[in-house]
């Protein structure tokens, strides 16, 4: 089994305000603030919620959506890269500098043992949940973040994404990262970022 990483970075689609009237309320796990996603994403994550309610019994709730950009500087960036991870490299993989929340096509899920603590990672990988976006999330336009397996990203075409206009499905862009999770492999292009959110 394989599934395909296609990143919506802010590089590609930039970044939403906290005002922007893209911005719509989703389920939200218990206990955290109210999640907001961009409402192409929020459209594709209602079904594939409900396919996650009728074979797991319990729904899709984010435990973080669209977020802002929260660096002041470079600088401070890499200052905080080093003090929880130990280096700049390291620290990528887990906070971006420029994060796909911040477009609003980013979703941390907070249920079925799924949770952004990098702590677990290994034991969240084994999860039903998981394994079900695994194999049945690209159905509904949702493609996984590898490092991260709580982290999934909408794709949509980027003049639906700057209108909010439904679009006709169609395959994401090509060159995508292929993971393996038996084997924990990857493959990215020469050019394909690999920060995270």
């Known amino acids: 089994m394989s599934y395909i990483e ?10 939403l305000p906290a005002v922007s009237h893209l911005l719509v309320p989703v389920p939200t796990t218990a206990g955290y603030p109210q999640q907001r996603l961009h409402t192409l994403a929020a459209t594709a994550l209602a079904p594939m919620s409900q396919a996650v309610q009728a074979a797991l019994g319990f729904p899709l709730v984010s435990a973080s959506g669209w977020r802002p950009h929260r660096w002041a500087s470079r600088e401070q960036y ?3 890269l080093i003090a929880k991870y130990g280096s700049v490299s390291r620290g990528q993989l887990f906070l971006a ?12 899920f907070g249920c079925g043992g799924l949770m952004p ?6 034991q969240q990988k084994t999860t039903p949940l998981w394994r079900w976006l695994y194999t049945h999330a690209s159905d509904f336009g949702w493609t ?4 991260e397996p709580w982290h999934w990203e909408c794709w949509v075409p980027l003049d639906n994404y700057q209108s909010g206009a439904p679009a006709a499905p169609e395959p994401p862009p090509a060159e995508p990262l ?3 999770p038996d084997t924990q492999c990857c ?9 995270s959110g």
Not at 97 to 108: I, M, N, R, V, Y
Not at 144 to 147: G, H, I, L, N, T
Not at 187 to 195: K, L
């Open 144 to 147: 996984p973040y590898e490092v």
């Open 187 to 195: 493959e990215a292009p020469a050019d394909e970022p690999t920060s």
């Open 178 to 180: 292929v993971c393996d």
């Open 78 to 80: 890499e200052q905080v």
């Open 97 to 108: 500098f420029d994060s796909p929340h911040e477009t609003g096509l980013a979703c941390d």
């Open 6 to 15: 296609h990143r919506t970075t802010v590089a590609v689609y930039s970044s």
């Open 117 to 122: 603590v990098s702590a677990t990672i290994a």
